[in-house]
């Protein structure tokens, strides 16, 4: 993965292929025109439960239309920092009773969530090239 700095307060990361573009809001220097980059860090754990919630239910041949996550962080006023995460599946009346358990479960193998309850070493070093 590769970031850069294409102007301004944008910081863009660069993969197989893939552009992700982020920005800081004006009051924080940006234009607001790509979302920030802790933004792309909560999207990525609602994101994350979603892949999950879909193949659970592709693979027991239940639709997944009408299913939808809610992601609401809980900040701490007093240092900013984000202490809870509530993530929760809303499901169409129609949708079976007995997998609503499981569903959770399936959720809850989130890749994204499991490295925040165990995180890796961060090395951050500089290099002149």
């Given amino acids: 993965m590769i970031i850069d700095f294409p102007g301004g307060a944008k910081v863009d990361a660069h993969f197989n292929g893939f552009t992700i573009k982020t920005d800081q809001p004006p009051i924080g220097g940006g234009e607001g025109s790509a979302p920030t980059p802790f933004d792309l860090f909560l999207a990525s754990l609602g994101t994350c439960a979603g892949i999950f919630v879909l193949g659970f239910c592709k693979q027991r041949g239940i639709p997944s239309d009408g299913i939808r996550i809610i992601?609401?962080?809980?900040?701490?006023?007093?240092?900013?920092?984000?202490?809870?995460?509530?993530?929760?599946?809303?499901?169409?009346?129609?949708?079976?009773?007995?997998?609503?358990?499981?569903?959770?479960?399936?959720?809850?193998?989130?890749?994204?969530?499991?490295?925040?309850?165990?995180?890796?070493?961060?090395?951050?070093?500089?290099?002149?090239?």
Avoid at 85 to 104: N, R, S
Avoid at 114 to 128: C, D, G, Q, R, S
Wanted: hydrophobic fraction near 30%; glycine fraction near 4%.
């Fill in 71 to 129: 992601e609401r962080p809980h900040t701490n006023p007093g240092t900013g920092m984000v202490e809870q995460i509530d993530i929760e599946i809303q499901t169409p009346p129609d949708f079976p009773a007995k997998y609503l358990p499981a569903l959770i479960r399936s959720a809850d193998q989130c890749k994204v969530k499991k490295h925040l309850e165990a995180p890796p070493i961060f090395n951050v070093y500089t290099k002149t090239v």
